[in-house]
């Protein structure tokens, strides 16, 4: 006869199973997102930046990364002024992260009077490096960057260089080329990497420091030619085009980074929620196409602590840019 103490045991064991199943299936993390998250974008629409948000947000739709939707906000103010404010006046809030440029540790530099210091945001994750060329408008007789050094030594303050804004990542470039070779162009801001490429295009300016992702279309479409890229090695997406070392200026090699931050006084919980999220959209398909597609670097993945070291070196870097330029003292 069957030990009925065995019996019951049987009896339980699916129950066990089905509990333990309950609890798999739910939330890994002790914190998830309750409302709709605010993806703040600290540069306008249709830059780099915003294109990177916005394929972001699709990508964690797409693939179900968050039982909450991601909502891209730009604030491009102030050369991302407006934005840093706005993360800097919601600490402790669990719902807001933001996507950056270099300007996240220009502005606050430049701006001390704004009472932001980014040494207290809370870092989630890196997403890419993404890279710089110096482009004309295919209609232009220039071909190489000594055509362009001549051209414009020749043009100087009438030679129209088109930048997102003063301390902005293309401003610093334009003042490496104006140290390095010895001219002086007039720096004409705009509000955001997008429109400067469409200026270019349009014959408002004469030259831009776009990223690829914002001069692409253009390029492909015959519009826009790239000079050099200020990268260390030939870009895939841009075999012909040579680097500023070949060029014989290996000092003139710059990135950007493009990684999430969230407020001051994030919770903890919250941060390692956000850290698993976006490293499952740097580690899906989409994104990595993407990078490979536009001339962007995202081969090394940087989270948390890591990142905030990371942020610490590159704000000493631009201040040391800044200071330079005679931006600051």
């Not at 914190?31 to 916005?54: L, Y």
């Not at 140290?179 to 801001?189: H, R």
């Not at 994104?287 to 704000?315: N, R, T, V």
Request: aromatic share 10%; with cysteine.
């Amino acid at each position: 006869m069957t030990n009925p103490s065995i019996l019951r045991r049987l009896v339980l064991l699916p129950m066990v199973a089905l509990c333990s199943l309950a609890v798999t299936a739910g939330s890994a993390f002790a914190w998830e997102p309750k409302k709709p998250v605010e993806f703040i974008i600290m540069a306008g629409t249709g830059g780099g930046a915003d294109q990177m948000a916005r394929l972001i947000q699709s990508i964690i739709q797409k693939n179900n990364f968050s039982n909450q939707p991601f909502i891209p906000i730009n604030k491009p103010g102030g050369s991302g002024a407006e934005a840093l404010r706005y993360l800097q006046d919601k600490s402790g809030d669990d719902h807001i992260v933001m996507i950056t440029l270099n300007s996240f540790y220009t502005t606050p530099l430049q701006n001390p009077g704004l009472g932001v210091d980014v040494s207290t945001f809370t870092p989630i994750g890196r997403m890419a490096l993404d890279t710089f060329l110096l482009w004309v408008n295919s209609d232009s007789d220039i071909m190489s960057l000594d055509d362009y050094v001549m051209t414009v030594k020749e043009k100087n303050k009438d030679w129209k260089m088109g930048g997102t804004g003063q301390g902005q990542e293309d401003s610093l470039l334009t003042g490496m080329l104006q140290n390095k070779f010895g001219f002086e162009v007039t720096y004409v801001p705009f509000p955001g990497g997008g429109t400067v490429a469409k200026n270019l295009i349009g014959k408002h300016i004469d030259s831009t420091v776009n990223n690829p992702s914002e001069q692409l279309g253009f390029f492909e479409a015959g519009k826009s030619r790239p000079l050099i890229a200020f990268t260390p090695d030939r870009l895939k997406q841009f075999p012909d085009v040579p680097t500023s070392a070949e060029a014989g200026h290996p000092d003139l090699v710059y990135f950007m980074q493009r990684s999430i931050n969230a407020p001051p006084g994030m919770s903890a919980d919250a941060q390692a929620y956000y850290i698993d999220l976006f490293k499952q959209v740097f580690d899906s398909k989409d994104w990595q196409d993407f990078c490979a597609s536009d001339g962007i670097f995202c081969d090394e993945w940087l989270a948390g602590e890591d990142l905030a070291a990371y942020h610490a070196a590159e704000k000493a870097k631009h201040e040391e840019l800044l200071k330079g330029m005679g931006l600051i003292q």
